[in-house]
């Protein structure tokens, strides 16, 4: 095996070591359509399509990702969406 085939072998590995999470949020009867965007594009930095349209699924699913990355990012977001009274929890 040659040094460049192994290098481009452990940079495989490497990659698949970095695992991704999801923050789900979840349906509720309390919170308004215009809320739920706002705090998407507050906590999830979403524009205000991709909020309105994850707002859309998750009334129409009773769930849907709306941020997928590294645990360490989504902590904070998710607490953002948690204090503003929506139900989430990152898998």
């Known amino acids: 095996m040659s040094t460049r085939e192994k290098t481009s072998e452990e940079l495989l590995l490497k990659e698949e070591v970095i695992t991704q999470n999801e923050i789900v949020l979840y349906n509720d009867e309390v919170n308004t359509f215009d809320y739920v965007i706002d705090t998407l594009i507050y906590a999830c930095e979403h524009t205000p399509e991709q909020a309105e349209q994850c707002s859309i699924i998750v009334h129409h699913n ?12 989504l902590k904070p977001r998710c607490s953002m969406l948690l204090e503003a009274g929506l139900s989430a929890e990152i898998v």
Do not use: L
């Open 62 to 73: 009773g769930k849907c990702t709306v941020k997928t990355g590294e645990y360490k990012d």
